[in-house]
């Protein structure tokens, strides 16, 4: 089974400063992790993806991933935050071994940008 | 690019009636998924299909079926609605299945069940 573990529920953070989006996976297979982005009212939007290849992610809208295997984490970051970033960030696990399994996301981390 | 297309984007049904959501694949996409949200919570995996067969099936509810048809679009339908199936449906696609084939996300049909 897969879960994933979104450490903080909301975070606040200043506009041009960093942004932090911890999250952490149970996979019993070499797992695909990914983050999506949902902003008010609006549909899901893949920000990047790790399948296996290098362990430093990069996305789009300046937003990075590294995947840490030792400790099974896959943070989010983004070296200046931007009112636009504001939303909710999901954490997402695939354990797709060639079947077309459904993903496990994590509860949400609603990200708050202040002025 | 085209996206994926969910039909109706809201709907409006009362207790115990029926309704049908529509999914269009992005052109080529093989795979369809679709995924339910309730009201500030993360998405559920309900069901998915592949090449017009069921793949995975997760928390669906009995009273929901799915199918795809032929030219890869997605229907699933709901019966005797109860008041918790009020939610954001979304669908997903991709082309071909397994590791490193994202899914593409709709804008969601929005249910509400009165």
């Known amino acids: 089974a897969q879960s994933v573990t979104q450490l903080d529920s909301h975070v606040s953070v200043s506009e041009g400063t960093p942004v932090l989006l911890r999250c952490n996976y149970s996979s019993s297979y070499s797992p695909s992790l990914f983050w999506y982005v949902q902003h008010p009212n609006k549909g899901l939007q893949l920000l990047l993806k790790y399948t296996s290849a290098a362990t430093l992610v990069k996305g789009i809208n300046g937003f990075e991933a590294e995947f840490k295997k030792s400790e099974t984490s896959f943070h989010l970051t983004k070296p200046s935050a931007h009112m636009s970033d504001a939303a909710e960030y999901f954490c997402?696990?695939?354990?797709?071994?060639?079947?077309?399994?459904?993903?496990?996301f994590g509860k949400g981390t609603h990200l708050i940008i202040q002025p | 690019a085209a996206g994926v297309i969910q039909s109706p984007r809201h709907l409006i049904k009362e207790k115990r009636e029926t309704a049908t959501l529509k999914c269009y694949p992005i052109p080529r996409h093989d795979t369809v998924y679709w995924y339910q949200q309730g009201p500030g919570q993360d998405p559920q995996f309900l069901i998915s299909?592949?090449?017009?067969?069921?793949?995975d099936k997760g928390s669906i509810p009995d009273r929901f079926s799915a199918q795809q048809f032929s030219d890869y679009h997605s229907e699933l339908n709901m019966s005797s609605l109860e008041l918790g199936d009020s939610a954001l449906y979304f669908c997903?696609?991709?082309?071909?299945?397994?590791?490193?084939?994202?899914?593409?996300f709709g804008p969601g049909t929005r249910l509400t069940v009165t």
């Open positions: 299909f592949y090449e017009k067969m069921q793949s």
């Open positions: 997402v696990v695939s354990d797709a071994e060639g079947g077309a399994d459904g993903l496990t």
């Open positions: 997903a696609s991709s082309r071909g299945t397994g590791e490193g084939y994202e899914q593409y």
